[in-house]
């Protein structure tokens, strides 16, 4: 049977509160709706076409590492069950099922707390000016995807427009006070070396990754999705050769596929063959598969 795809969802009764490139928020007053869609960005940019069972996916990942991670700090997750949301969401149940989420609504900290276990993307670009990663010095000699030294907290700024922007953590000690700043850098790295040894174990390295926080009752709460291949660079162990670029566990035949086009990377992006939508599917099912250790049930 053929997974339904959905690229948007339009909750009337709900109020929206965000949409962002994959996911449909809506707020429930003290809660929110978390709902993960089947949209695929490259290149910043959301493509046409929908991931079958991307949603899903992401989703249950999430729910896997809240699960493993609870014991370091409180979450924001409070049910997947549809028939336990609030009655004014229970009527989507059929587009809900599976990929959505209901959250406890937190004051969000103004931090992206990225950690980084292993030298790429726009560290790698940094590193190469001038040594070092937001302000952190590193070793000399470093090649594109070393494993870095110790683990670090390079974190960002979320720009409402446009990438965001890195900074360092004095820039976050005079933003949100050294207190709660050094409690994100510790929780950060922590969680992220917990989920790092996990994964390895099963042939996944997680070179960076991406953590947000807010305050709920008083307390540091993790929120938002975690240690998804959105929000991480999800590396297959096998063919990890430091001194070039990783394939990308998930994106990397999209990738491919964009990068033999004549495509200038703004919107709108073309469409997608169905080739490169099907191999990317069975990824995203893959990464679930290896994560979880169980296979992913398609009807769920
Ligand atoms: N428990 C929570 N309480 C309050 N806000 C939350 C909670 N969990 C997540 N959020 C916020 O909800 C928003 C979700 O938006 P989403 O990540 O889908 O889009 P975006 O960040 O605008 O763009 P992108 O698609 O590039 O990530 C984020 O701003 C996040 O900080
Ligand atoms: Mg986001």
């Known amino acids: ?30 809660k929110l709706l978390i709902v993960s869609t ?3 960005s490259c290149f910043d940019v959301v493509l046409p076409n929908g991931i079958p069972h991307k949603g899903k996916v992401l989703t249950r990942l999430s729910l896997f590492w809240f699960e493993l991670l609870k014991d370091i700090l409180p979450n924001h997750f409070l049910t997947v069950d549809v028939d336990k949301y609030p009655e004014s969401a229970r009527k989507y149940k059929s587009d809900l099922q599976g990929r959505s989420m209901l959250v406890l609504k937190s004051k969000p900290l103004p931090v992206e707390c990225i950690v980084r276990g292993y030298l790429s993307g726009s560290g790698w670009k ?11 010095n590193l070793p000399a000699g470093m090649v594109e995807s070393d494993k870095l030294p110790e683990v670090i907290f390079t974190p960002s700024t979320k720009a409402e427009v446009g990438h965001d922007i890195n900074v360092s953590k004095d820039h976050i000690d ?7 700043s050094d409690a994100l850098a510790k929780y950060s790295i922590a969680i992220y070396k917990k989920a790092r040894d996990y994964a390895l174990s099963k042939g996944i390295i997680i070179a960076d990754t991406k953590f947000e926080f807010g305050i709920h009752d008083g307390k540091i709460t993790l929120i938002d999705e975690v240690l998804t291949p959105d929000s991480s660079r999800f590396w297959p162990k096998d063919d990890y050769a430091p001194g070039r670029a990783q394939a990308s566990f998930d994106k990397q035949f999209v990738r491919d596929y964009l990068e033999t086009l004549d495509w200038d990377k703004t919107p709108p992006a073309p469409d997608l063959p169905k080739e490169i939508i099907d191999k990317t599917s069975e990824k995203y099912l893959e990464a679930y598969r290896i994560i979880t250790g169980e296979e992913f049930s398609r009807c769920l």
């Not at 959905?6 to 429930?28: A, C, M, N, P, S």
């Not at 940094?126 to 952190?136: F, K, Q, T």
């Not at 005079?174 to 709660?180: H, R």
């Open 38 to 40: 089947d949209r695929i």
């Open 174 to 180: 005079k933003e949100i006070g050294k207190d709660t």
């Open 126 to 136: 940094e590193y190469r000016l001038n040594r070092s990663v937001c302000g952190i």
């Open 1 to 30: 049977m053929s997974e339904k795809i959905l690229l948007q969802t339009e909750f009337k009764d709900l109020k929206l509160f965000r949409r962002g490139k994959v996911r449909d928020v809506y707020d429930l007053g003290d």
